[in-house]
């Protein structure tokens, strides 16, 4: 599995990116699909997570009512509309996949630990 983000870039504070994550594999809807973000000399911290059947989401708290993801299993990609960005959002954002049988926990504790495929990252910064 390999996973490709796009859509970073700078934005001032209160606006707005759409990020995707097309992710290279025959059975792209078997698998649930998360965000992590990485700022600098901090620890990598899961954002949004989209389930694979019935494509629920959940969130870190941090993100919640202003971020959302999306799936189109189509064109095996996932996406995170981002919005009222704030200077805290900036940092490194990745896509990153589980074993096929994971689901995404509602409390929006997504482990690192569990997820085994990542993409590059694309760059988010925030600032007026």
């Known amino acids: 599995v390999q996973l490709q983000a796009s859509g970073g870039g700078l934005v001032q504070p209160g606006g707005s990116l759409r990020l995707s994550c097309t992710v290279s594999?025959?059975?792209?809807?078997?698998?649930?699909i998360a965000w992590f973000r990485q700022a600098p000399g901090k620890e990598r911290e899961g954002v949004a997570c989209?389930?694979?059947?019935?494509?629920?989401?959940a969130y870190a708290d941090s993100v919640k009512g202003r971020f959302t993801a999306s799936r189109d299993n189509a064109k095996n990609t996932v996406y995170l509309q981002m919005n009222s960005l704030k200077p805290e959002d900036a940092a490194v954002y990745y896509c990153a996949v589980p074993d096929p049988m994971y689901y995404c926990p509602e409390d929006g504790q997504f482990n690192v630990d569990d997820f085994g495929s990542w993409g590059q990252g694309t760059q988010v910064t925030v600032s007026s």
């Open positions: 989209i389930n694979r059947n019935d494509a629920n989401t």
């Open positions: 594999t025959f059975t792209f809807d078997y698998y649930a």
